[in-house]
Each structure stands twice: as C-alpha cells, then as structure tokens.
DNA sequence: CGGCGTTTTGAGTGCTTTCAAGACCGGTGG
DNA sequence: CCACCGGTCTTGAAAGCACTCAAAACGCCG
C-alpha cells in the first residue's frame, strides 16, 4: 500500500481490495503501516485527480505539500537558465513526491498522464511522522533508493553512448513495472521523445534515430501510441551496460 | 558537530574545542544530539584514521558499516563493465558514507586525502536511530540534500557544455567549504584531472584545456598543487549557468 | 478534412574525444 | 647532489559522435 495515500476513505484502504486501486503491490509510504494508524493518517490527507500534463508544483514554489502518487505517471524537471530542461527522474504509482528539507521545491513536478494523488500539508505530515517512527523509516528508505537510481542516472548520462543511454531507459521501464508487480507484454511510455532526451542528456532526434535503430534490429516495437513491447531484452541490457561491444 | 563522529572520547565531544577536531561548524549527523545521547552513540561508534586512497569500501561489498568523515575528502565512484567510470559525489567533512537500505554498497568509497572517520556496525546504528527520533530525522534530512544535490549534479552533466561544467565543478567546491564554515583564500582541491572528469562525464584532457582557458582569462590561479584560488568567481558562476552567452 | 504537435529522416557542422607526444613534478636511488 | 622514473598535466592534430537545422511524414483532435 501506498504511504500518503491514506484518504479520508480509510475503510477502503483497510482492504485488500481497495488498495488495488493504488496497486496493491505498490510499496509506498504507508507501507508499513497498520489499519488503527490508517485512519489516523487518512484523517490528515486529501485525495485529488488531475488531467493529464497538470503540473503539480513548480520550482521555487514554497514546498508547503508533499505528494504520493497513487496513480499515473509524474516527471520531475529543472530548469536551466537558456531554456534547456533536465529530467532529474520519473515518478510512479507509490511514490513520495515534494518531500524536501529545503523551503522551496527544487524541481518541477508535472503529470505525464491523468492521475491520483494523495496530499498532506507539510506541518502534519512531520506530526505524522513524529507519531509513526516506521513511517520515518520507510520515507527514509524511498530516499536512499531514490538516491541510488539517481547516481546510476549520473553513470548512464555521464559515460554512455547515445544509443546505450536509451537502451537503459527503456529497462528502467521494465524495472518500474516490475517492481509495481504488472505483468502485461507492452510497457506503457507516456513520455515523449522530448521527454526522454532530457532526462538522457540528448536531443529528441537522437532519441528518435535510437528507437528507429532498435526496430530494425527487431529489439522492440511499438504497437501503440504510447506503448513499447520489448521484443529483447537481452541485446538491450547488453547495449546498456556495454557487455556487448569490447 | 558531527553525527557518528561521537567516538569512545565522550568527555571530548561535549565540549565546544574537542567538537573542533572534526570540524567544529561542521553539520554532521549528531548534530541535533544532546550530551548525554552521544555518551550512548561514543559507546558503539569506533573512530579510524586511513592514508590517501585507502578504500573505505567496495560497491558489493555487504553494506554492514556505516561511515561519518570527520576529516579528509572522499569520492564516491560506480565503475562500468567496460572500465569506464563515474564518480557519483565527492565528501567533506560531515558527511555520512555508506547508509543504504540495500543489503550491499552500490559504489566505491575511496579517500582522496588522510582521512579520520567514525564507524559504525549497521545493527547498532539501527538501535540508535530507535532510540533516537531526531537522529533519524536528521539522517533522513542529510539523505534529501545529497538526493538534491546529486539531481543538481545531473542537470551539469547532462545539459552543460564542458567549460560550464568545470565551472560548476569550482563553485561547488566553494559551496563545499562555505558550508563547512572555513574562510582560507584558496581551495583544496585533492582530486586530479582524472577524478574531476569522472565526476563530470568529460575526459581528463578537456578538464586540462577548461583550466587552462580559466587560468588564460584571469579567473583562476594554482598557487600550489591541489590548491586554486578562484579570482573571478562571477564569471566563472556565469559560465556555469549559462547566463554569459546568449 | 484541415491543423497542430510529435516523430522521422537527411545533410552538414562542431564540440568533445581519441591518439600521441612532450613537459612538469615529486620521489627514489645511485 | 643529481639523474632517473612514474605519475600527472598540458598541448596538438585528427576523427567521430551527437547536435543543429530543415523538411517531410504521421497521427490525433476538432
């Protein structure tokens, strides 16, 4: 279950089945959480739906809020004084978003996908989780492994070849998912060619030439917009860490 | 004063002069504690001193230790199959090493300089976040800035020409030092050309040409090895961010 | 059926890398 | 005391990979 998505619907969240609508595999902040601390919590949050492309909260914003995802798809960007943007991360269903100890956010965070969030003022949450030590820890633990997908990030943008670059983003979708415990054929990619350039470091026809390449090479396909289907994962594993040319 | 750097000299610790050994205006992760909490941290933690390059620890390694530096400079680095690497941070005085929720390291921990540091078993730093909620907090707090920071870190390799990110590099080891509270002219600066292009995804030849030019406009001198003194820090922060040439 | 945003593809340029050689510096041993 | 040695840094020239600019194709939406 997720850690912020505690609503004032509690009594959903106690079951089983309503957590599905968050996922239920979904390993958020509440977590590892008990029902009786549920409630308490879904006393504090608010749910709310945004269309697609809304933008959550923008740099520089006072980081009065903190997010879980329950459903969709958020990115997270930078902004750089000539206009260029960077995309320091995607967010999935499950994770925390805002959580900051800074004053203000130090990125945008805009939805790629309509979806469903869980809100909590910044002040309770810190009541919250004065109150509930495990729900400390698990926030700790979201950062640290935040913290070490953003270091490989590093790797992949500062020593790997165009082509490797987007080899490694599209296992990081397989990785997303699988740790979301999905298990259809096409993954989804609401993100645009624009999209993951910047969060690669390249241009988006570069990103372009390394799609079309890994098509005609019957590595992947793309049976509808906004879809991929990884038809080998191997050769691209291979291209992404470099175990194939030597 | 510094979070795990509360060694068996307890007695030292709570005074302001014995807190200048590991810096005294250094923000570690004892920090928040009071004197008689860290009679119970010195009890567990054990401090060490190590030459320059000593590994502190190996990516893969069991992450069963944990590491506070109280003096010297550390980097942190991810090698690719292909031999290639990337150094993920460098590591002042203050900083906390090797806290993961993984069960091993996911990078190599090396000492660019003599360094002092205090360690502790992961178990007994378990217990004593149990015991201690604001140590936690401030652990987690520490966790966000370096998530920040390493985002930060993303944005230059990934969106900066090579001189700019040179210029980046140089203003964060200003940073580096503002906040260690120091005031000296000149920097220190241990690492080579080498570890200053792993960090920021260049070869160490274009590093040598970035400050070369630096040195040829005046913005920079190195009085002795491993030290610069930057003279035109405006510039050079102009540069970094791009807000020169437009 | 237009219009607009996204994606693809092409051609040429350029920044950074690669390869190579020499300079510099500190340490070591004769 | 000085010559030698290994590592680091600098500098040059050439090559390559990704970028820029440009235009056409595609697909979605109204």
Redesign the interface.
């Known amino acids: 279950m997720n850690p912020l998505d505690a609503t004032r619907l509690s009594a959903e969240l106690r079951s089983e089945e309503a957590c599905a609508t968050c996922g239920s595999r979904v390993a958020g902040l509440c977590k590892p959480m008990d029902a009786a601390s549920l409630d308490e919590i879904s006393a504090e949050a608010e749910r709310l739906t945004l269309p697609a492309r809304s933008v959550v909260f923008r740099e520089g914003d006072s980081a009065s809020r903190v997010y879980s995802l329950m459903t969709g798809i958020a990115k997270l960007t ?1 902004l ?3 206009g ?3 995309v ?2 995607f967010r999935y269903p499950g994770d925390v978003i805002g ?4 004053r203000d956010y ?2 945008d965070a805009e939805l790629l996908t309509g979806a469903t969030l869980c809100r909590l003022d910044r002040p309770k949450l810190d009541k919250l ?2 109150r509930f ?1 495990q729900m ?2 698990r ?3 979201l ?6 997908a ?6 992949t ?4 070849p165009a082509e490797a670059r987007v080899a490694a983003f599209l296992i990081s979708l397989l990785e997303a998912r699988r740790r979301r415990g999905k298990v259809e054929r096409t993954l989804d990619m609401p993100m645009t060619r624009a999209d993951i350039a ?1 969060f ?2 390249l241009t988006l026809e570069t990103v372009s030439r390394s799609f079309t390449a890994f098509r005609k090479r019957g590595w992947l396909r793309e049976p509808e917009h906004q879809k991929v289907e990884l038809l080998d994962v191997a050769a691209l594993s291979g291209l992404a ?3 194939d040319e ?1």
Do not use: I
């Open positions: 930078r750089l004084p000539d260029k943007q960077q320091v991360g959580y900051t100890s800074r130090s990125f989780l004065g030590p400390e820890r926030l700790l633990d950062c640290v492994q935040e913290l070490t953003t270091q490989e990030q590093l790797v943008v500062g020593r790997r910047d690669l470091g860490d470099g175990t030597v």
